[in-house]
């Protein structure tokens, strides 16, 4: 097992890395930007700080710990590049436009094959693929005759045709701390601390301006041409969606993630059918970015309240327990949707005026919101539901008063 013979202090302020490449974000070229390198191999080749997949780094260090990962691979990344051609799109142009995740991030190995030959570990932090997607729900609405089988989204066994995109996230700090309106080293001083001091560099190296952060990647699944997302000539039907571990994938009944987030899935389909494209982008913020223990502990909370859960007291709860209402603020959720090049999502499927209010402020305007039918709420998700409705989202049905709502009134959250 190869393991590096000495441990090298990233907090000392005199770290140099002497052959690291220079980042110009924003540049014209990918060439002219530079590499993002983020990897232990050869420290001086570092130019970020942080590490690639920085969510799963600590499983990575246990696997070379216990002997069963070598710690000075490098990736071969032969057929690797992408099965779809994407951009450039002016957005990945623009500094203040993409500043979570890198542009650049999915063709590594043909911008920068020289200096990879060079002994430069740079990896790739998008990746795009093909895939089938076999849902049940997707069943029942050809069934009913929602949806067709047509050989082309939607194969005679049923299975539905994606391309799917994963993203890691890649900031660039001096545009995260412009877009949430702080100073930068305000920024990059609470950013240290509250990951218990995890990246000294933070701190003593503000020449890194790029951080790789230790939180899960976004995937977005693309109904039909990828190319079409960015034509406004043709109808785009899209849902940007927040991570719900226990709807989405275990079907809990206590509030609308997954009928909400199928519904998205089936309006996407419909609109590749009928000659113009789909988008599902997922995001992973468990329990609005909260973590799903304080989910739980809410849950029990709502539940378990005198007069038991009810509306009025649905934020507050949560604001009990967490001390926030919502830690998600959807100030960076466009970047993905500025990497496909979008510039007008026709149909929105989405209630949230959160999300709604962070894509149209970074640029791109929306035609129709669509709200989830009535009667994909599970029973045990109409407080939610409500709650949500008094507090602002956007909806076409009646929104209901009286003082079992007055607790609600002026407050806002993502669903």
Same mark, same amino acid.
């Given at each position: ?14 770290? &140099? =890395?002497?052959? %690291? ?10 060439? *002219? ?15 970020? !700080?942080?590490?690639? @997949? ?8 246990? @696997? ?7 710690? #000075? ?18 957005? $990945? ?10 542009? $650049? ?32 729900? &997707?069943?029942?609405?050809?069934? #009913? ?9 939607? +194969? ?8 799917? #995109? ?5 900031? =660039? +700090? ?18 240290? *601390? ?7 560099? +933070? ?48 079907? @809990? ?26 988008? !599902? ?17 809410? =849950?029990? %909370?709502?539940?378990? *309240? ?18 926030? *209402? ?12 500025? $990497? ?9 499927? @989405?209630?949230?005026?959160?999300? =709604? ?6 640029? &791109? ?19 939610? !539901?409500?709650?949500?409705? %008094? %507090? ?24």
């Amino acid at each position: 097992m190869e393991r590096t013979s000495h441990v090298i202090l990233t907090s000392h302020v005199d770290q &140099i =890395y002497k052959e %690291a490449p220079e980042l110009q974000w924003g540049a014209e070229e990918a060439k *002219q930007r530079g590499p993002v390198i983020a990897t232990f191999t050869n420290p001086e080749h570092r130019n970020a !700080i942080g590490s690639h @997949s920085g969510g799963y780094a600590v499983y990575r260090a246990l @696997s070379i710990a216990s002997g069963n990962y070598p710690q #000075a691979h490098r990736p071969d990344l032969t057929n690797t590049m992408p099965t779809d051609e994407l951009g450039p799109h002016p957005s $990945w142009r623009d500094p203040n436009r993409m500043i979570s995740i890198d542009p $650049w991030g999915a063709h590594v190995f043909d911008h920068f094959h020289d200096m990879i030959k060079a002994g430069f570990n740079i990896q790739p932090t998008i990746a795009v693929t093909k895939a089938h997607l076999r849902i049940a729900e &997707i069943d029942d609405a050809i069934d #009913a005759g929602r949806l067709k089988v047509d050989n082309k989204i939607i +194969l005679p066994n049923r299975d539905v045709v994606v391309t799917k #995109a994963a993203l890691e996230p890649v900031w =660039y +700090l001096p545009g995260l701390a412009k877009r949430f309106g702080v100073e930068e080293g305000e920024l990059r001083k609470i950013l240290f *601390q509250e990951t218990g001091g995890m990246f000294p560099e +933070l701190v003593t190296r503000p020449d890194l301006k790029v951080l790789l952060p230790p939180i899960g990647s976004t995937t977005a699944y693309v109904f039909g041409d990828m190319a079409d997302l960015a034509d406004t000539n043709k109808n785009l039907t899209c849902r940007v969606h927040d991570e719900c571990n226990g709807s989405d994938v275990f079907g @809990s009944d206590i509030c609308t993630c997954r009928p909400y987030l199928i519904h998205g899935i089936e309006e996407a389909v419909r609109s590749a059918q009928s000659g113009g494209s789909g988008l !599902i982008v997922y995001y992973r913020k468990e329990g609005r970015a909260l973590g799903e223990v304080t989910k739980f502990l809410v =849950y029990n %909370a709502r539940k378990r *309240q005198v007069g038991g859960d009810s509306a009025a007291t649905y934020f507050h709860r949560t604001e009990c327990v967490a001390g926030v *209402q919502d830690a998600r603020f959807q100030e960076l959720m466009p970047d993905v949707l500025h $990497w496909f090049g979008v510039k007008h999502i026709h149909r929105l499927v @989405s209630m949230s005026d959160m999300k =709604y209010n962070a894509i149209v402020n970074s640029g &791109i305007s929306v035609g129709e919101r669509i709200s989830i039918p009535d009667d994909l709420i599970p029973e045990d998700a109409r407080v939610e !539901i409500e709650a949500k409705k %008094a %507090a602002g989202y956007f909806t076409t049905a009646d929104v209901l008063q009286g003082n079992a709502l007055d607790g609600v009134k002026g407050r806002q959250l993502s669903e």
